[in-house]
């Protein structure tokens, strides 16, 4: 079904797409470069996942701001991590706690210790009721006044076999679709082409990611979320690609005598319509579900949005 609008919409398109190659080589060259500078420079922040530590979701009697949470705790966490965020659709009531103090310790004493200490920098703070306790701030069951709701323990080395898991799993992912472009095309080209422009994906999600963290205001951590997310955008970016390698192939039989260039600009031209259209609609769903979605979703949309207008590029 198409309407008047819809019908010749991209249809006949023969933009000179190798005629640019040079510049955009360029231009994402710079880009990349920037996004490695932004590495060695700022680096990632990193969630508790792979650094080790404890999450605590508190709940309070009024609403706070995350930046004043976090300066009342460094008063008494001075030499590690602490990071909070506020939780969507609390109404700024709750806040997400981490912080990889005294992670190292594994004596039983230490998940108390790192509460008590919790507890006193928010009274010192003046952020919790008067009447409540250390013991009813640690109540789960009793949010009256201020007190913690959940908490979550990652122990370093469970933080390092979960970050070694990361990095595994991206590159068998990139291993498995060398092979499988490879076996599909039967030509190493097609996997050498495919490969480059997925790791250029990569460093450009977590490129952002290290640029923008500490200014946007969502957390932008490196999770297990995060990983998922960067596997999502890969197996979606390979998909445009192999839908543009099948029209090469088909454009190569069928005209074996063509100029190669001439031929590469006809395979992207005729499925440029397909591409942008499936981009659009995909990033249609991630902008709603970063705009609308919780705070537990939003680093995963915010990376796959970055995954499909990269990817799309």
């Known amino acids: ?27 994402f060259g710079v880009l990349a470069l920037v996004m490695i500078g932004s590495f060695a420079i700022r680096g ?6 792979f650094t080790g530590g404890r999450n605590y979701v508190v709940k309070f009697e009024q609403s706070v701001e995350p930046e004043q949470v976090r300066e009342v705790l460094q008063k008494k966490i001075t030499d590690d991590n602490v990071q909070v965020i506020a939780l969507a659709g609390e109404e700024g009531k709750v806040v997400r706690i981490s912080t990889n103090y005294m992670i190292e310790d594994k004596t039983a004493k230490a998940d108390s210790i790192v ?17 409540v306790t250390f013991e009813r701030f640690c109540d789960t069951q009793d949010a009256e006044g201020g007190s913690i709701k959940s908490s979550q323990k990652v122990d370093s080395t469970v933080a390092e076999e979960i970050s070694l898991s990361a990095v595994i799993s991206v590159i068998f992912a990139m291993i498995a679709i060398f092979v499988y472009i490879l076996v599909r095309f039967r030509n190493v080209a097609y996997s050498v082409g495919a490969i480059s422009a997925l790791a250029l994906d990569v460093v450009m999600i977590l ?36 839908v543009i390698f099948d029209r090469v192939r088909e454009f190569t039989h069928l005209y074996p005598k063509r100029d190669k260039l001439d031929l590469f600009n006809t395979s992207l031209s005729t499925t440029l319509a397909r591409t942008l259209n499936t981009s659009f609609s995909t990033l249609v769903v991630l902008l709603c579900i970063f705009i609308l979605g919780g705070d537990s979703i939003r680093s995963f949309s915010f ?8 990817g799309t590029l």
Not at 229 to 235: D, H, N, P, V
């Open 44 to 49: 990632l922040r990193q969630s508790i996942d």
């Open 207 to 242: 490129g952002c990611y290290s640029l923008l963290h500490g200014f946007l205001p969502m957390s932008l951590e490196l999770d297990q979320i995060f990983i998922g997310a960067i596997l999502t955008a890969i197996g979606y970016s390979i998909n445009d690609k192999v």
């Open 1 to 27: 079904f198409t309407t008047k609008f819809s019908a010749k919409m991209m249809a006949g398109t023969n933009y000179n797409f190798i005629k640019s190659s040079k510049l955009a080589g360029i231009i």
């Open 115 to 131: 509460e008590k200490t919790i507890y006193d920098a928010l009274v010192a703070g003046e952020m919790l009721a008067e009447d």
């Open 303 to 310: 990376a796959m949005i970055l995954g499909v207008v990269f």
